[in-house]
């Protein structure tokens, strides 16, 4: 059952646009929203990540905006670059222990 | 600091074989977990472990099995292998238990079952 669901599955912009990926989740538990960046050939390594009592979290060009009552919670890339493409993933962490409930991933291409 | 080493990197089996899968976590933490990671499926977790102990284990069947050394060091079994286990399985560590979703992952370990 699929308790993280990610949108759109794949994005392309040009350079400098704005790609926003969306994601929801339904388990109430959740404590922690992390974002993951994978490139092809890697393993994920962390973006940003947010707590549910913040409504949006800005690291460098990176934008995580959080609506707690919609459940809902998504990644915005300011002034995207080509090498800002990769496989997006959200996730969201359980209050018991560490694991990670992963969304379906976003393939991002920034073209020059 | 050195990353998370998982080895090997690259793995070709065929059905009913078993394998083991090993990693590193980084120097100092305490957890680690594992993943897969499909086309289809996406990232799906497999256990974790804390301090030589299995904390929480996903929805994957027995045959997937794991343990952790008293070096934090990691090892993941699958027995009778599947076409449908190929897959990349990533081993990620953290500090605590609680990381608060700070995972570092390895390179995984791409297997493929013929």
């Known amino acids: 059952q699929q308790q993280v669901k990610q949108s759109p599955q794949s994005l392309i912009v040009q350079k400098g646009g704005i790609p926003i990926i969306n994601c929801a989740y339904e388990n109430t538990a959740f404590d922690y929203f992390p974002w993951y960046q994978q490139f092809p050939g890697k393993g994920p390594a962390l973006l940003i990540a947010?707590?549910?009592?913040?409504s949006e979290k800005k690291e460098g060009r990176f934008t995580i905006s959080f609506n707690k009552s919609a459940k809902q919670f998504s990644l915005h890339i300011m002034d995207s670059q080509p090498g800002d493409s990769a496989t997006y993933f959200c996730?969201?962490?359980?209050?018991?222990?560490?694991?990670?409930?992963f969304g379906q991933g976003t393939i991002l291409t920034v073209h020059p | 600091k050195a990353g998370v080493t998982q080895t090997p990197r690259y793995l070709i089996k065929t059905r009913g074989q078993q394998v083991t899968l090993s990693c590193s976590p980084i120097s100092g933490h305490r957890s680690v977990s594992w993943y897969q990671q499909t086309p289809g499926q996406g990232l799906q977790f497999l256990f974790e472990?804390?301090?030589?102990?299995?904390?929480n284990k996903g929805n994957f069947p027995g045959r997937f099995s794991g343990r952790q050394f008293s070096n934090s060091r990691s090892e993941m079994n699958v027995s009778t292998l599947e076409l449908g286990d190929s897959a990349l399985y990533l081993c990620?560590?953290?500090?605590?238990?609680?990381?608060?979703?700070?995972?570092?992952f390895g390179e995984g370990s791409r297997l493929t079952v013929l």
């Open positions: 472990y804390f301090s030589e102990t299995q904390r």
């Open positions: 990620a560590s953290s500090e605590l238990i609680d990381h608060t979703g700070e995972l570092f």
């Open positions: 996730a969201a962490k359980g209050t018991s222990y560490g694991k990670l409930t």
């Open positions: 947010i707590r549910p009592d913040v």
